[in-house]
């Protein structure tokens, strides 16, 4: 445990920047989970719904959860999915 301070804040700072993290992570792979799931059971709204998932990637991409080719690699991956099942 840091003595100082400043070390001491950094440490609380840290904790709460990890815990957003892994808060926005979860809700992402619940939306591409979704899209999913609606593009497997061949749903009304799949279109809708990989909307909603490519926006929550590019969402985590802007705040620097994932790195912009991983979220190009989803976001693809997403897309051939719908069209695959079009």
């Known amino acids: ?9 950094r440490v609380k700072v840290i904790a709460t920047k990890t815990l957003n993290n892994k808060m926005f992570n979860s809700a992402l792979k619940t ?11 061949n749903a ?5 719904a990989v909307r909603v998932a490519v926006k929550k990637i590019d969402q985590a991409t802007a705040k620097g959860i ?3 080719n991983n979220a190009a690699r989803k976001k693809a991956a997403l897309m051939r999915k719908l069209n695959a099942s079009a």
Request: hydrophobic share 35%; net charge positive.
């Open 44 to 48: 009304d709204n799949k279109a809708e």
């Open 1 to 9: 445990m840091p003595n100082i301070k400043s070390a001491k804040k």
């Open 66 to 68: 994932l790195h912009k």
């Open 31 to 41: 939306e591409i989970k979704k899209a999913d799931a609606a593009i497997e059971n």
